[in-house]
C-alpha cells in the first residue's frame, strides 16, 4: 500500500519569506514517481514537478526548488521569497512505476499555505 | 499545450438522481483516470481505465458508479442514485508520462 503524509495542515507565511512544504511517503515499490501539484482557490490542480525515484537530484525552477531524500522517503518543496499568488493548497502525490497497470496517484492530505503581504 | 477538458464545470442534481460527468481526455494517451475531492479533504483515486476496460478501483467506486468510452473521445463517470455525499468536485485525468488533471466539475447533491 502507498501513504503520503503532509504533516502541515495549515502554514502562514509574510511575502518575500521562505517556506518549506513537507511530504513523506511510504511505498513497498522499489520504483516509484512522485510529484507535487498546487491547487489554488479557483479549484483545478495544477502540475509543478514530476520526480523517478531513480534521481535523487534537487530540482530548481525558477522560486521553487525540491529536495527528494530517498533514505528518509522525503519529498520536500522550498519556495523562495514567496509571493501572495503562491497561496494555495498544495498536494504531495506518489504513484508506482508507469508499467504497473491503473497507477494511481495516492495524495497527501495536502498543505494550505497563505502568503501574507 | 494539450488539456483535459471536463464538462460541466458545476452541476447540481436531486438526491437519487443519475448524473454523467464527461471528460474528453488528451487524445494521445492511453490512461484514464477519475478522482474525487470532498470540499476540503484531498483527493481520492476512484478508477483507472485503460483499453477499454477498468484496471483499478478503488472503495469509493461501487456499484452505483460506472465508466465508459463511448466512442473514441469521450471518457464518462456516471453516477446511478446520487447521495448528498456524493457532493465533491470529480476530476479527470489521463496520463502518458505525467498526469493530466482537468478542470473538475463541481457536483452538488440536494
Known amino acids: 500500500a502507498q501513504k503520503v503524509t503532509q504533516a502541515q495542515t495549515e502554514i502562514s507565511v509574510v511575502e518575500k519569506e521562505d517556506v518549506t512544504l513537507d511530504c513523506v511517503y511510504e511505498t513497498r515499490d522499489t520504483t516509484y514517481y512522485l510529484f507535487w501539484y498546487k491547487q489554488p482557490p479557483s479549484g483545478e490542480l495544477v502540475f509543478l514537478i514530476r520526480r523517478n525515484s531513480f534521481d535523487e537530484q534537487n530540482e530548481i525552477s525558477g522560486r521553487y526548488s525540491w529536495n527528494f531524500q530517498k533514505s528518509t522517503s522525503s519529498f520536500n518543496f522550498t519556495i523562495t521569497a514567496s509571493q501572495v499568488v503562491d497561496s494555495a493548497v498544495y498536494f504531495c502525490?506518489?504513484?508506482?512505476?508507469?508499467?504497473?497497470?491503473?497507477?494511481?496517484?495516492?495524495f497527501g492530505e495536502g498543505t494550505q499555505l497563505t502568503v501574507n503581504p | 499545450e494539450p488539456e483535459v477538458t471536463q464538462t460541466p464545470s458545476h452541476q447540481v442534481t436531486q438526491m437519487g438522481q443519475e448524473v454523467i460527468l464527461r471528460c474528453v481526455p488528451i487524445s494521445n494517451h492511453l490512461y484514464f483516470y477519475w478522482y474525487r475531492q470532498i470540499l476540503g479533504q484531498k483527493v481520492e483515486f476512484l478508477v483507472s481505465?485503460?483499453?477499454?476496460?477498468?484496471?483499478?478501483k478503488s472503495e469509493i467506486f461501487d456499484d452505483q458508479f460506472s465508466v465508459e468510452r463511448p466512442d473514441g473521445s469521450n471518457f464518462t463517470l456516471k453516477i446511478r442514485s446520487t447521495k448528498l455525499e456524493d457532493s465533491a468536485m470529480y476530476f479527470c485525468?489521463?496520463?502518458?508520462?505525467?498526469?493530466?488533471f482537468g478542470s473538475g466539475t463541481r457536483l452538488t447533491v440536494v
Open positions: 481505465f485503460y483499453n477499454n476496460e477498468i484496471s483499478e
Open positions: 502525490a506518489l504513484s508506482p512505476p508507469r508499467e504497473t497497470s491503473g497507477s494511481r496517484l495516492t
Open positions: 485525468a489521463s496520463r502518458e508520462y505525467g498526469y493530466t
